[in-house]
């Protein structure tokens, strides 16, 4: 079975600086990968996804991750971050051979100061 | 993508009622499912919606306790019964859209006291 870790419960940048959550998953082939994003008060969004080719990924909202194989992460990236950025991010990984459904790493909680 | 609303989107409910929580998808969906967001905690699947089917429970999640409707394809309930403070939770409703993609509903954010 799938499983993924986010190490950073929570994180804090200023608006502007750049941002990078991190996203470890284990996974014995090559796994689905994604980034969802809870604002306060919302459901989950998906902002970007790997299945497979380029393993640097563009998303919505300026948002980007990098799938390296050999150190089994897909880290999320901003250049600048907004304070409208602050919220919860998920990382989730699937399984190609497997139930559909993905596992959901615990979190990770942006704040952003002015 | 498709578009999933819920109702209702917030609620403050009695220690030992139930409550019933919809799911609207705009076009026919084949996979529904049912998750729980614990204050400050991750996503929890409850159970998958089958249609025409007993919908499939989790580990640790029962039908008497969390009973499911799936009518159609566009359209799911889930009912938290007989209800105590530690189901105060975030209800969401999601919809798979393949290769384990999911799209959420807003959720239902339950108070139980």
Not at chain 1, 9 to 36: D, K, M, Q
Not at chain 1, 58 to 73: L, M, V
Request: charged share 15%; with cysteine; proline share 5%.
């Amino acid at each position: 079975a799938q499983s993924v870790t986010q190490p950073d419960i929570h994180i804090t940048v200023s608006e502007g600086a750049s941002l990078e959550l991190r996203c470890n998953y284990s996974y014995g082939a090559t796994p689905y990968l994604f980034w969802y994003v809870q604002s306060p008060g919302q459901g989950l969004q998906l902002l970007l996804k790997y299945f497979s080719g380029d393993t640097l990924v563009q998303g919505i909202k300026g948002f980007e991750a990098e799938f390296k194989r050999s150190q089994s992460s897909f880290n999320l990236r901003k250049p600048s971050v907004h304070w409208s950025d602050a919220a919860e991010y998920f990382c989730a990984v699937g399984a190609s051979g497997g139930s559909y459904i993905p596992t959901f790493g615990r979190g990770t909680s942006l704040i952003v100061h002015p | 993508s498709a578009v999933i609303s819920q109702k209702p989107s917030r609620d403050i409910c009695q220690r030992g009622t139930s409550l019933t929580i919809q799911c609207q998808v705009d076009s026919q969906v084949t996979m529904m499912f049912w998750y729980r967001q614990q204050p400050g905690q991750s996503l929890t699947l409850i159970a998958t919606a089958n249609q025409g089917s007993e919908a499939t429970y989790e580990s640790g999640f029962v039908i008497d306790k969390f009973p499911i409707s799936r009518p159609n394809l566009t359209f799911s309930t889930l009912t938290v019964s007989n209800m105590s403070p530690e189901d105060s939770s975030i209800y969401l409703c999601s919809v798979g859209a393949g290769l384990n993609e999911q799209f959420f509903g807003p959720g239902t954010r339950l108070t139980v006291l």
